[in-house]
């Protein structure tokens, strides 16, 4: 059995640097490395209507956007497979069947379902008097969906966000089911994480527990030198921190925590003038310096967010280079889609037979229950 990734994210806009530290970077180191035999990223148009279904063209129109992004951070198509859910159908046929392996219950526990929930602002009750009221079942049933989007690829690893590893408990789960009730056919993936736990969750510029385009404190990958710099001024840091010769706090405060994100050893000596000012200079070797200095006292946010904007912008120097190289010809980056859903639909489907024979449903290919061909 091979090593495979599947993995994907929902349409609804712009990647931003949470998805790019969360998943996007290790992906791309991953199919560098080239310990997988087949890597699927997948553009899950399909999960995005579950919560849009009153605005397709929200998700139709950021498909691109989403592929852009995915070419631009360091996907290669010649080894991974980028490919849009909806148009494989073989993952929502099987959705249908392990729907019957799930309760109700189960997907209410979904501790990511449930917090999903509140955060759209679902009602509890649906009287019909308010078409908003209620939860979409759609919605509702995506760790499903899910599953089927892992196991149609015999995924053995998904590298996802925090926010996604009761998806992935739940995907353990109905593999063990099915398996146990029709027999071993289905793969049981693992869960990859990040390994920083400044990546795990990045904040919002805001400061907020999550970057969320919801919650407009995205700095998206796309976003333009000028707009990341004024987007890093506008920071949360420590609210306490009003005076520079004030001690500041680094936990909680957004600026370090993406330092601990992006910051390299040789960003000290190459970003070194960022520390250099009127009043006051340092030379940090460093990020432990910086802190320390920080939580001392005397050194200012200015500094500290200048020399995060020049590591942001170095970091998305080259993705925006490459986005604007893309973005010369829409066509071309359609035809990669085209090509890696094509690989996706023959994967999927080599899934789909084997569910449908363990399930005893592949009525046709059984001379001993229709005579035919006997
Ligand atoms: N739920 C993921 C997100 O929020 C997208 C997704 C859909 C996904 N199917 C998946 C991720 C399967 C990993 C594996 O962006």
Same mark, same amino acid.
């Given at each position: 059995?091979?090593?495979?990734?599947?993995?994907?994210?929902?349409?609804?806009?712009?990647?931003?640097?949470?998805?790019?530290?969360?998943?996007?970077?290790?992906?791309?180191?991953?199919?560098?490395?080239?310990?997988?035999?087949?890597?699927?990223?997948?553009?899950?148009?399909?999960?995005?209507?579950?919560?849009? #279904?009153?605005?397709?063209?929200?998700?139709?129109?950021?498909?691109?956007?989403?592929?852009?992004?995915?070419?631009?951070?360091?996907?290669?198509?010649?080894?991974?497979?980028?490919?849009?859910?909806?148009?494989?159908?073989?993952?929502?046929? =099987?959705?249908?069947?392990?729907?019957? =392996?799930?309760?109700?219950?189960?997907?209410?526990?979904?501790?990511?379902?449930?917090?999903?929930?509140?955060?759209?602002?679902?009602?509890?009750?649906?009287?019909?008097?308010?078409?908003? #009221?209620?939860?979409?079942?759609?919605?509702?049933?995506?760790?499903?969906?899910?599953?089927?989007?892992?196991? #149609?690829?015999?995924?053995?690893?998904?590298?996802?966000?925090?926010?996604?590893?009761?998806?992935?408990?739940?995907?353990?789960?109905?593999?063990?089911?099915?398996?146990?009730?029709?027999?071993?056919?289905?793969?049981?993936?693992?869960?990859? =994480?990040?390994?920083?736990?400044?990546?795990?969750?990045?904040?919002?510029?805001?400061?907020?527990?999550?970057?969320?385009?919801?919650?407009?404190?995205?700095?998206?990958?796309?976003?333009?030198?000028?707009?990341?710099?004024?987007?890093?001024?506008?920071?949360?840091?420590?609210?306490?921190?009003?005076?520079?010769?004030?001690?500041?706090?680094?936990?909680?405060?957004?600026?370090?925590?993406?330092?601990?994100?992006?910051?390299?050893?040789?960003?000290?000596?190459?970003?070194?003038?960022?520390?250099?000012?009127?009043?006051?200079?340092?030379?940090?070797?460093?990020?432990?310096?910086?802190?320390?200095?920080?939580?001392?006292?005397?050194?200012?946010?200015?500094?500290?967010?200048?020399?995060?904007?020049?590591?942001?912008?170095?970091?998305?120097?080259?993705?925006?280079?490459?986005?604007?190289?893309?973005?010369?010809?829409?066509?071309?980056?359609?035809?990669?889609?085209?090509?890696?859903?094509?690989?996706?639909?023959?994967?999927?489907?080599?899934?789909?037979?084997?569910?449908?024979?363990?399930?005893?449903?592949?009525?046709?290919?059984?001379?001993?229950?229709?005579?035919?061909?006997?």
């Amino acid at each position: 059995m091979g090593k495979v990734i599947l993995t994907g994210d929902r349409p609804t806009g712009r990647l931003h640097l949470g998805h790019y530290v969360g998943s996007l970077r290790r992906r791309v180191e991953l199919q560098n490395q080239g310990g997988f035999d087949k890597i699927f990223i997948m553009i899950a148009d399909a999960q995005a209507l579950t919560d849009n #279904a009153d605005n397709p063209e929200k998700v139709r129109q950021n498909i691109i956007q989403v592929a852009l992004d995915y070419l631009s951070a360091g996907l290669d198509p010649a080894k991974v497979n980028i490919f849009i859910q909806s148009m494989v159908p073989q993952l929502t046929e =099987l959705t249908f069947y392990y729907m019957n =392996l799930v309760t109700v219950q189960r997907l209410q526990r979904n501790p990511t379902v449930k917090q999903e929930i509140k955060l759209r602002g679902y009602s509890e009750s649906d009287d019909g008097s308010d078409n908003k #009221a209620g939860t979409p079942v759609g919605f509702f049933c995506y760790p499903i969906s899910q599953a089927a989007d892992i196991t #149609a690829f015999r995924a053995t690893t998904v590298p996802v966000g925090e926010d996604q590893e009761p998806m992935l408990e739940q995907c353990r789960e109905i593999v063990r089911k099915f398996n146990a009730v029709y027999g071993e056919t289905l793969v049981e993936p693992e869960i990859l =994480l990040p390994d920083n736990a400044a990546c795990l969750r990045l904040p919002g510029t805001d400061g907020k527990a999550k970057m969320s385009k919801s919650l407009g404190n995205c700095i998206y990958l796309s976003d333009s030198a000028e707009e990341v710099a004024a987007k890093v001024k506008g920071m949360f840091t420590d609210p306490g921190h009003l005076q520079v010769s004030d001690p500041g706090k680094v936990e909680g405060n957004a600026v370090f925590t993406y330092l601990d994100a992006f910051c390299k050893p040789e960003h000290f000596e190459k970003y070194r003038e960022c520390f250099v000012g009127r009043k006051s200079s340092f030379t940090f070797n460093s990020l432990d310096e910086v802190k320390a200095q920080y939580r001392a006292g005397g050194l200012g946010d200015v500094m500290v967010k200048n020399f995060l904007t020049a590591i942001l912008n170095e970091t998305l120097d080259p993705i925006r280079a490459r986005r604007a190289e893309l973005e010369k010809n829409i066509p071309a980056v359609w035809e990669i889609l085209r090509r890696g859903t094509d690989a996706a639909v023959a994967e999927a489907e080599i899934t789909l037979s084997a569910v449908r024979k363990s399930m005893r449903i592949d009525y046709f290919d059984d001379p001993e229950l229709t005579g035919m061909g006997k």
